[in-house]
């Protein structure tokens, strides 16, 4: 009797262990597994870009903190570095579609590393988010991939037009991060737009490349000092950025420099230091603009969670992560093709950096703002909205 009873407790033991294993059991954090939906995150949390990475990074915790549950259930973020790093970019894209299992991606800043991760959510049918990955090859021919920024045709048309218009310039250097998709692509909507304001094929009169990392800039402002230029644009990466723009004043060239929205980061003021003033690029924000109530919530919280004036690409970041459970909840599922097909259908989605509507390639039509260097700190100049279709 005691062996039939000692045989049909572990019986009993088996069952127990093999139902819990088909019920899921618990989440990473001690949530019941189908009381979590996850959202994963990939940035650049070391290497070259991981200042702008740590920037989105805030924005995506806070929102989390204010808004940590959909359709009932807790939002677990499951956040990877992808190291400024193509090849590491779709190796945490690939983690978080086949081990993490999440319903949605938020990132990158970056464009490259948002590129390099899209076809690993296009194959796997998992819909993604962009940050401030302004490149239109992120959303190109991927019906999975979406952003709440502006993309780069318009951010170039932007600042070819305050060269030509505000500036007034009729001769722009580049120096460009030639292994960088973003600075290549901005340079040439630029070019596009300032050769057909100007009418002249040859109003950009040097063209100067350097690979991200490289800290000596002498060769190519040498070249721009010895061009006629009369402005310089040099859209890239924050940290070789204020290096020019320092390196620029040491050698003696006074010319005006304008760049894209990576500039927007402490590191280009405590890097560039006085050589950063009068500098004037484009972003996406600016904490003075009061676009939405989802504005007054994020400036009130960021405010008091960090004690500090957010960064642009901040405020996207939080932005993306609600738009994430704005489609969970018009979804009412965290299924991925349910998700995707709610985001294709985003319009009027009021975010703190501006009211987002997506068009037919998944790009938020929105306005650009545009900012400078006065006194050690960055400061509005003006707004510039798309044209309307």
């Known amino acids: 009797m005691k062996r039939k009873l000692s045989l049909l407790v572990a019986l009993v033991m088996i069952f127990s262990i093999i139902a819990a294993g088909c019920s899921g059991g618990q989440a990473a954090n001690g949530q019941p597994a189908e009381e979590v939906i996850k959202i994963g995150v990939f940035e650049p949390l070391t290497g070259a870009n991981a200042a702008g990475g740590a920037l989105e990074v805030e924005g995506i915790k806070l929102a989390n903190k204010l808004h940590p549950t959909v359709l009932g259930k807790k939002v677990e973020l499951v956040i990877l570095d992808n190291k400024s ?35 690993v959510y296009k194959e796997a049918g998992v819909p993604a988010i962009g940050t401030s990955c302004t490149n239109p090859l992120v959303t190109l021919n991927n019906d999975y991939y979406f952003r709440v920024c502006f993309i780069d045709p318009f951010q170039g048309n932007v600042m070819a037009n305050y060269a030509f218009n505000e500036v007034k310039v009729k001769k722009v ?193 929105k306005s650009a703002v545009i900012k400078t260097v006065k006194d050690g700190k960055f400061t509005y100049l003006t707004t510039v909205e798309p044209v309307k279709k």
């Open 85 to 119: 790093d193509k090849v590491e970019a779709a190796n945490a894209a690939t983690r978080l579609v086949d081990q993490e299992k999440v319903s949605v991606v938020l990132g990158s800043w970056g464009s490259g590393f948002s590129i390099a991760a899209g076809a």
């Open 173 to 365: 250097a580049f120096i460009i991060e030639k292994n960088n998709d973003y600075s290549v692509g901005l340079a040439k909507f630029f070019e596009d737009t300032f050769k057909e304001l100007t009418g002249d094929q040859n109003a950009i009169v040097y063209t100067g490349y350097y690979t991200t990392g490289d800290q000596d800039f002498t060769a190519q402002l040498t070249g721009i000092k010895e061009s006629g230029a009369e402005a310089i644009f040099a859209p890239g990466n924050f940290t070789e950025s204020a290096l020019v723009m320092k390196q620029a004043k040491e050698l003696g060239i006074n010319l005006p420099i304008l760049g894209g929205d990576t500039w927007e980061t402490p590191d280009v003021i405590s890097t560039a230091g006085a050589a950063a003033e009068g500098v004037v690029f484009s972003t996406f924000f600016d904490a003075n603009a009061k676009l939405t109530n989802t504005t007054t919530e994020f400036l009130d919280a960021y405010q008091k969670e960090y004690a500090k004036e957010p960064a642009a690409v901040t405020a996207l970041a939080f932005d993306a992560y609600l738009l994430a459970l704005d489609a969970i909840e018009r979804a009412g599922s965290a299924d991925h093709e349910a998700i995707r097909k709610a985001l294709a259908e985003t319009k009027d989605f009021p975010g703190a950096a501006g009211t987002v509507t997506l068009d037919a390639n998944g790009d938020a039509v």
